[in-house]
């Protein structure tokens, strides 16, 4: 079955410390993984997905196909970075854009 | 550009009412739309994908009946919340895929039912 964990609800870390959310998944083929952002009053919006290979904010994520995780990490956290962070999975493009969501993790960076 | 509009933002119902939830695509076309449902703090769970001009196809669990979707147009898919009951008081969340890459999904702000 597909599936996505989050195992941390909730993660506060000290402005400048590093950050990872982690974030497993269960899936039988091949599939793409997305990083998903929300802040406060604001609406869900994409962060970073795997097939990119981008930092976005500073934050990078790497797909490991072998412990079948996509944990997103950031060196130095801010508070502006202060959010609801959700890993989500697509089964590829035959799925059209159908996401399965992880359970969330609320980050809180403190001053 | 591409942006999901969601009306209303926020409603209120008494018991035994039923509730429209429109979501629009702004400036794109989308054949295919999303909706979730989004407790407080929690994951977003896919109710249902909604197909202009066909049926909606309704993920394991949820009631056809109960959660009607119409997608009449390739810029407009509603939500229809029949004889709603307190239990379904939840944040409502539509989405459209990003035209030209479909994994990358466009999210509305959201729709916040609470039924008395």
């Known amino acids: 079955a597909q599936r996505v964990t989050q195992p941390e609800k909730l993660l506060s870390v000290f402005k400048g410390a590093p950050v990872e959310l982690k974030c497993n998944y269960s899936?039988?083929?091949?599939?793409?993984l997305f990083w998903y952002v929300q802040y406060s009053r604001q609406r869900l919006q994409l962060l970073l997905r795997?097939?990119s290979r981008e930092s976005i904010k500073g934050f990078t994520a790497d797909l490991n196909k072998g412990e079948t995780s996509f944990h997103l990490k950031k060196p130095f956290a801010q508070e502006e970075d202060s959010a609801m962070y959700y890993c989500?999975?697509?089964?590829?493009?035959?799925?059209?854009?159908?996401?399965?969501f992880g359970q969330g993790t609320e980050l809180s960076v403190k001053p | 550009g591409a942006v999901v509009s969601q009306h209303p933002s926020w409603v209120i119902c008494k018991s035994g009412t039923s509730v429209k939830i429109e979501c629009r695509s702004l400036?794109?076309?989308?054949?295919?739309m999303f909706w979730y449902r989004q407790f407080p703090k929690q994951s977003l769970m896919l109710m249902a994908t909604?197909?202009?001009?066909?049926?909606?196809?309704?993920e394991q669990g949820v009631e056809k009946d109960k959660f009607l979707i119409n997608h009449a147009s390739l810029t407009l898919s509603t939500l229809t919340v029949t004889s709603a009951h307190p239990e379904d008081s939840s944040f409502y969340i539509c989405?459209?895929?990003?035209?030209?890459?479909?994994?990358?999904?466009?999210f509305g702000a959201g729709s916040r039912l609470t039924v008395l």
């Open positions: 989405s459209a895929p990003k035209r030209g890459d479909s994994n990358v999904l466009t």
């Open positions: 899936y039988s083929g091949s599939p793409e």
């Open positions: 795997h097939i």
């Open positions: 989500a999975l697509s089964g590829g493009y035959n799925q059209g854009g159908k996401l399965i």
């Open positions: 400036d794109f076309q989308a054949t295919t």
């Open positions: 909604s197909n202009e001009g066909s049926k909606a196809t309704y």
